[in-house]
């Protein structure tokens, strides 16, 4: 699995011109099985995705087709890890 921590680097004004369409960039990997969290940070100075296990270039090629990737409005720390423990209940997705 993956975090993904996006950090703004464009002005908020830029941020919110592109907001509508990285929200339909979200759904459609939410869509797809590829996001399972995501929202932005407080204070309001970037955001966090939680990603399924995946080949890290399917990631990288998923990300390159965010709108604030495009529009090089955020930097991306990408972090892997093993999800061993889960809460009751929970399952860990994984893509094909």
């Not at 975090?3 to 939410?30: C, K, M, N, P, S």
């Not at 270039?57 to 999800?83: G, K, M, T």
């Amino acid at each position: 699995m993956y975090v993904i921590h996006l950090r703004y680097t464009g002005a908020l004004a830029e941020i919110d011109d592109a907001l509508d369409a990285h929200r339909l960039y979200l759904q459609r990997q939410f869509d797809a099985g590829a996001f399972v969290i995501a929202g932005p940070k407080v204070p309001r100075d970037g955001g966090v995705i939680v990603a399924v296990a995946m080949d890290r270039d399917r990631l990288d090629a998923i990300i390159a087709e965010d709108p604030f990737s495009q529009q090089r409005l955020v930097h991306y720390e990408i972090i892997e890890f093993n999800a061993t423990r889960l809460a009751p209940g929970m399952h860990l997705p994984q893509l094909p």
